[in-house]
Nanobody, 115 residues
């Protein structure tokens, strides 16, 4: 079972930036789509960004134009560059496969945006 370790979160003021990293213990090079999810208190996981094996990306409307997902298959790592952060982006952020069968969730990384 691949383990996922997210990092890079923190407390930032509205308008600020953060870069999240997700390191997988196994290879992601054959995974068709990797994604970043977020979970606000009391809510379900929300998929905010997806990157395919070919490098195509897709974003939730709420983050489009502000977030950028990338992947480094050689390092088994997925990144999320977050710019122009808003208080409503506050959540725990996770990465995982974008598929019906996912790996076990990591511990996530907390992102808190103050107004």
């Amino acid at each position: 079972q691949v383990q996922l370790v997210e990092s890079g979160g923190g407390l930032v003021q509205a308008g600020g930036s953060l870069r999240l990293s997700c390191a997988a213990s196994g290879s992601i090079s054959s995974i068709n789509a990797m994604g970043w999810y977020r979970q606000a208190p009391g809510a379900q996981h929300e998929l905010v960004a997806t990157i395919t094996i070919g490098g195509s990306t897709n974003y939730a409307d709420s983050v489009k134009g502000r977030f950028t997902i990338s992947r480094d298959n050689a390092k088994n790592t997925v990144f999320l560059q977050m710019n122009s952060l808003r208080p409503e982006d506050t959540a725990v952020y996770y990465c995982n496969k974008v598929s019906y069968v996912k790996w076990s969730w990591g511990q996530g990384t907390q992102v808190t945006v103050s107004s």
